[in-house]
DNA sequence: TTGTAGGCGTTATCAT
DNA sequence: ATGATAACGCCTACAA
């Protein structure tokens, strides 16, 4: 059923069905109500592939995340609020997930572009020189969220990971703690891998303490690696560190379960601070210290920013960064 | 730029260039390299929608789910099976969140049929006389995953909810606990909230155990939700319960916050038995006891069963059900 | 108010 | 091996 076959059988033209569809145009009572009649009786839907062909734009944008799944990252919340933005703008869904494969990433973006998506909202990790090649020039309209990328002009939306991770730091040696460990991020994310470690080390700097060599750990974002991570660091041939400093609450709860497990009790014997605020954080046991970053926020700030720039607005303002909050639960102690 | 004006630099025509784009039939060395030349210099990208408008495919795959969020529900586990599976077979996907507004999921359905979906993966929660009327002769292929409607003859893939609870339950009595509470999911839900409570009250019947009235009351999901259904289940003026059985692991944690911050020890004073088995159950405060589903294998039944339906294979088994796992932790005691 | 016809960018068919 | 040309289904001047 198309929209030719819909003008046969209403007994007129195509361009009175197209009329009454788009209602784009007066049409006479009569044609409007034998068309509609038609209409309903075929319940005939027009070919969007047809329609945006011809009018060059598709309705959709492409979001492009590399995480290895919803559950490890918080991406899930920004996704509810891009969602939600765009369609009440008109706009639908296309989505990718690389799976931080970069190979993907770039298929993604091939894809995208074939598809016409009008624009993108790219959750990016990590940055090559392919990469660059790629962005230099692409024709779709991109925004950024999560991480920049500071070779190409790109607007984007990012965390205050620096000093979101420096203020949690000073939160904890203001309690007095000096031995403090850190369970980090991967380092190809430059945002919650580098910028969190960078935090950290800045405060003890800033705070005249000198941290001993032997505190700093890496895990992968997910809770596993968080309790391998803390048996690994408690496991070292060093002084045991009194706080632990953890770059995401997954990774947190997964050290605090290990920590639980050896009889230790957080925050009594020991003390520790998570980053992101997810949504079992004020529910985990003990509910969970934390410095907050508004996912949805950022989410609603990178669609209005793609909106505007599709709505061909003078956007002055192409690179926000959202703020964070030191949330203070009971997951860790002055001494 | 487009295929037009390729072939005019190339100095051939459309068909060639078409000819060498999609590796469909030989062309000579000569021309290829010509063609080759100009499709780099150009960078250019053939339009999927006038390749997709004339093939009548679109290789898209359109994901309907209706949760709050990707947080509350544990679908964020089957998208990624999912977009895995689908990627690999030359598959993209639209993502459409009705948020559980049945106009937008209708609105969806609609939009996914214009913009010619190949078929459809529908993470359904409820059911209503509009919905049959639009599924009775929808024309795109779907599969259900989570939920299904037997009042149409539509492929789904589903959890075995009401054995889970059941499982749940009968474990709970096992352990010797009498007196037991029941924290449930929606009754608009009809998998995770009446079958659940079903198996739950029938493990009951089948024990010969008489579960006084006043045991039950209903969350929405969320964490929060477990915490002020606990609270409300304890101001109660019926005997305390030994036990609960807790429909969703979230709202588990919700439920052992509250109990924890009251003083009650999980599991010592109160036992506690979960559903679902999401990523943090393993690590939470105490580990919890649970059913596990496994949303992973759900997505990869789902996505193959679709695929099937749409290599037109005779597919003989349309409905599938997934197991279920009891995992014993420690929110569980016996008495 | 209505209809005709060209064009959107491909692929597919049919000659050559 | 190559090229014309007719679809695919729609929108949009332009003409009537």
Do not use: W
Not at 54 to 73: E, P
Not at 148 to 161: A, H, M, S
Request: hydrophobic share 35%; glycine share 6%; net charge neutral.
């Amino acid at each position: 059923m198309n929209i030719k076959e819909v003008a046969r059988r209403a007994n007129v033209s195509i361009s009175t069905v197209s009329r009454v569809i788009n209602n784009t145009a007066k049409v006479s009572p009569d044609a409007r109500a034998r068309v509609e009649k038609v209409l309903k009786e075929t319940k005939y839907r027009p070919n969007s592939l047809a329609r945006e062909l011809q009018q060059k734009r598709t309705n959709t944008i492409g979001i492009l995340m590399s995480a290895y799944d919803f559950d490890s990252s918080s991406i899930g919340k920004s996704i509810n609020a891009i969602t939600d933005i765009l369609k009440s703008e008109g706009y639908n869904i296309m989505l990718g997930n690389s799976r931080f494969h970069e190979d993907e990433e770039f298929e993604f973006l091939r894809v995208f572009q074939e598809k016409r998506v009008d624009g993108i909202l790219y959750f990016a990790s990590s940055f090559s020189d392919k990469h660059k090649e790629i962005l230099e020039d692409y024709p779709i309209p991109i925004v950024m969220v999560g991480q920049k990328y500071d070779e190409i002009d790109i607007p984007y939306v990012i965390y205050d990971d620096y000093n979101g991770a420096k203020t949690a730091t000073e939160y904890i040696i203001k309690q007095g703690h000096q031995k403090i460990g850190y369970i980090g991020c991967p380092l190809y994310d430059t945002a919650a891998g580098v910028m969190r470690k960078k935090g950290y080390e800045d405060a003890f700097r800033e705070a005249g303490i000198n941290n001993d060599i032997g505190y700093e750990i890496e895990g992968d974002f997910t809770l596993e690696s968080g309790y391998k991570a803390a048996k690994e660091l408690f496991s070292r041939n060093i002084s045991k560190p009194s706080a632990l400093v953890v770059a995401t609450d997954f990774m947190a709860m997964g050290t605090i379960r290990y920590l639980t497990e050896q009889g230790l009790n957080v925050p009594n014997d020991i003390s520790v601070i998570g980053f992101d605020d997810i949504n079992v954080s004020a529910y985990y046991n003990p509910p969970l210290t934390t410095i907050r970053t508004d996912k949805e926020d950022a989410g609603i700030q990178a669609s209005n920013l793609l909106l505007s720039i599709l709505r061909k607005e003078s956007v002055t303002k192409t690179h926000v960064t959202v703020g964070y909050e030191l949330i203070k639960r009971n997951s860790v102690k002055s001494i």
